[in-house]
């Protein structure tokens, strides 16, 4: 059953081919369980070298996990975090955050793209100073953001800049940071630490890798424990070479920037195709691998009709996902389609 | 870095190659996320057809994982669960039980080699009826244990009797669950559900598997909520296809259970020779693919020196795992090491 | 050093006669701990008698308490609890609801006086229904809300008929539920169980209690375990008389219904003295307690210069409780001393 | 219906008469709430005296939640905490230590009495050192122990110089710390911060007060967060005066000694008079306000028979406890009737 017409979600792509390599690679005897084997050694050099610090790193089994044991280790039960209102964590973990921290509260920003802004986070730290209500202690971004936006430098610059004025630590929510980096043209050392960015969580599933992100602590102490606290959560893969080796390939071979870049460049190359349609509208600037349209329900409708797969939501807007996987001429058939409906639906 | 002198864990053994082929093989194209794939429901049949029962299942990620939920869906944060001694849910999962389910807390059963007794469960429950102490609600029983005996059917029966009149459910932790089925000889139905038992993790990674253990729900309506139970804590994969066709390819090719039998084999291989050797004790009856021996330090030092690699613990126990993956050469090997040593020691 | 001039709060005031003389009378000799004592039976008859129903209840130490434990026992972590945005579950407790449920969500209302809606209930259960949302699982309505308007008996009968609908269950925070009594001159079970509440937090110290909230479940098949989660939860009183017995007197002597009518007729007086002063506007409809004003900053300022105490939020509105010991000359001063004010910067 | 037959606990006594005083007199007027109150003000200024340091301190309701609290403070969920065997917060707190701290877990030492020594806690911090065990954070020791034994002074100094060397933070559980302090008949300061105890609950229940302990922390640098950790934990009083008021007359008025000193009296006194009836054993030494007997069931029995209430045990020990208002001539007629029994058995 192919699903070759899918532009749902990035995770409904498979395993790329340097990640099942490394797999595969991996798979050669015997290893030590838990981390201990020269696979995890390596994938921690590569991320070392990549970011260019000498930070903690940890590898988790999903973005869930990744963010909500990050979160839980920045925050007590009675204090709380600061996130935009679509950011994943608020909205797609099922409470997992509330969860791992035993009860810290999530503190909702209202945004337009899910980016949050220093006046936002200062008016949770000052709007509430009693014990009567949890106080904010993190502050957490998606870099890019839900909608597809990318924090620059400078924006991420003034958050962290306004959390250390305050007291909270910087998390970013990095389950597409490859596209961003490749966005920006950055180095990851630059967008994230020299930034400010205390604690990120790095989604290696979106970027091609059949499971696993990571962990990465750029200030060292606040790592502290952060292995029992895997651990605890179930969190800490005995075969644990088969979630580091794609990482360490994927860093080597340069594959998560190659993958991200040639996502985000179907994203740009559908949006520039649908640009001017009738009846479509480009809801958000298109800086990572997603694109949202407003259709009408004609449109969404016919689509769905030639059999293909995208999120919808209410108030008719279309996510259009694209993955390392995903095909040129694909997005030119989806495109016709949609110019074909387009065009009638409008005459 | 080979470790073919490893006899550590099961878990240092990598992924077979009927689990590995069936990663490749479900990564052909995309796939909807979450388990929403053909992959997983054709894992979910073979579960059920093994278990010949309409079980409900779940795939998570590890074993503490699968154990600490299921036994958080039996119980609330102010009851209590029975546990053996050297139970893993004890002694090696970082409180991820008393984590998960907010604070329940484990009642430890003293035993000889793991296996607990309904007069032991029958104490606990008689023991402090008053609301000062957590009230039992749940056994957990680990097939095999964690020093390698099996349960007999009727040793199963009687507990899951006991339980039943005392108002508990039942666990089954079976990390090494098809070791036990081999030992056996029975059918997997006899040993869970004809037998009581309500809920089993069913181990994955010691049986070959990269990634993954399945929680099954004998009674179906234990599992209301699992699924959300599952998201929250960071355990529902995204491209869940990777962690169940392995599932579905590991029963449909009867690999669980020749890899099983076979590592049964090498550790009833390894008992053989060694027995009757000077200074060497066998510890438990060697039931399952675990071999526990007394050893003095002479030997456990002369082998470590010879570079093989196996768990000691306190005392002077020593213990031999095999996998699917052992060969019957390497052990003669470190049996022919251990003989020499334990002879010249002896001399 | 008295504080005659303060209308902050009704937990500003002490302990009203009848509880005071309840504590010395239950004073005398040893009596059994945990509730086993005859002030103890005789509280719980007492509320059985006046909510005219077989009710299971409960005596923990405060309101915080109260709401949270009632709460978590009606939903798991990975479920969420519906609330209006005044809530004192969302904005006073200090997230002490998520962390006492291990992680459930609160899903915020939006209202202008604290009043829930079936509209808005339908919304939340219909808005999301996949796995990666907490599932809602309670509501929870605060009569009268926290700026003193009451649910009608057919408004709270149309939210039980949604939650039931919805397979939701109903909780209601009566922190002042005696002020709502006497507001609709109805009966206590009227106004609860016979209008489809499940569980409530009935509040004694705002109603001239020392310490202690009551938590009664009309439904006992739901309080089921509770004993022991107050217990865990630190919420058990040892000298249990000295909170049970005020209960009792207070019920007995109808000193809990005397108490809030002279409460509410203060807040009317009020209201009716300062209607109509220049600069001077009452936000919400006088149902209870307390009275909401929106003053300019300078009668504000002057009020505290003159020495009065009462609450102010951001945007000028400042809020004047009145509790059982509330007297009208203070009363009938501060009204004097803001007309003067009003009148003087209104010139 | 008296109970002056009662031995059962001291908790079964009522307030005592400075207690109930310091209650009526915090009750003239009104007063802030949430501890922001002269009362709470005089009472916390009370212990810095008595314990002659700058500690920082927090009222609760309870010895679960005081003891609960504080050790919660002092770890993380994938940490673990030393106790005794039979130190209350293992044996009846009903899991109340796992649900705050969210799931660290109880290491429990062997002992004969209650008292754990530097051998014990060293043992559990080296015995497992690997993260699938909670490492050891915290240790509690109760003073007096539950069978009423008193550490000296260089006990809890060895203790804590080991707690310091292995990085363990120590908590006392003084639920009935008067009655040390008068066995000793030294400053509370020589047998807490001086002795290395970082926090202490200090019971004010047993000692005669109606409700409330206090959580001292002697390092304030641990107090970090408490006042909130408090809050969300439905610890937080209202009406705080209620709560510390009986602290501050108990200390000015030095009753919190006096009391303490007659309960052990009364203890010591019973001991004088049993010792050496025949079938009659004292089973420990009497250091504080407890006496346990190891009695045959036909002395229990006939002492229920003639209507004298005391907790037994399995094995047939009995405890007495006495109280601020045990009055010597019921112990004398309890005595009495026990040299009967005893004599008319033993004939």
């Not at 995770?11 to 696979?39: K, Q």
């Not at 337009?112 to 009693?130: C, H, Q, S, Y």
């Not at 306004?162 to 630059?190: I, K, Q, S, W, Y």
């Not at 999120?311 to 030119?332: H, K, N, P, Q, V």
């Amino acid at each position: 059953m192919p699903h070759t017409q899918q532009f749902a979600s990035d995770n409904y792509a498979g395993i790329c081919p340097e990640a099942l390599r490394a797999m595969e690679e991996a798979n050669r005897g015997s290893a030590p369980a838990y981390g201990d084997d020269p696979w995890t050694l390596r994938a921690a050099d590569a991320f070392r070298r990549t970011f260019e610090t000498d930070c903690e790193l940890f590898f988790v089994f999903n973005g869930t996990a990744a963010n909500s044991l990050a979160l839980a280790s920045l925050c007590q039960s009675y204090e709380s975090i600061i996130a935009a209102d679509i950011a994943h964590v608020e909205t797609d973990e099922c409470g997992a955050p509330e969860f791992f921290s035993n009860g810290a509260k999530i503190l909702v920003g209202r945004t337009t793209n899910g980016k949050l802004t220093p006046e936002t986070i200062r008016a949770f730290v000052l709007g509430r100073t009693d014990i009567h209500f949890p106080r904010p202690k993190a502050v957490t971004i998606t870099q890019p953001t839900e909608t597809g936006q990318v924090y620059s430098l400078n924006e991420i610059r003034a958050i962290s800049a306004t959390c250390r004025e305050l007291g909270l630590r910087l998390h970013m929510d990095g389950a597409r940071f490859a596209n961003a980096v490749e966005t920006l043209g950055c180095a990851p050392a630059e967008m994230t630490w020299q930034a400010g960015v205390d604690v990120m969580s790095f989604g290696g599933t979106k970027n091609g890798m059949a499971i696993g992100e990571a962990v990465i602590f750029f200030d060292r102490a606040l790592a502290e424990g952060f292995d029992y606290r895997c651990k605890q959560a179930g969190q800490l893969a005995s075969k644990m070479r088969f979630l580091s080796a794609p990482w360490a390939v994927m860093f080597e071979t340069g594959a998560w920037r190659t993958h991200a870049a040639h996502a985000n460049a179907c994203a740009r190359h559908f949006a520039e195709q649908v640009e001017g349609l009738p009846e479509v509208e480009i809801m958000f600037p298109v800086e990572a691998n997603g694109v949202f349209l407003k259709l009408p329900p004609a449109l969404i409708g016919g689509l769905h009709a030639r059999g293909w797969r995208f999120y919808t939501f209410i108030g008719g807007s279309a996510r259009f996902m694209f993955a390392w996987d995903s095909e040129i001429a694909r997005i030119d058939a989806l495109v016709a389609d949609l110019r074909a409906l387009a065009t009638a639906d409008a005459a």
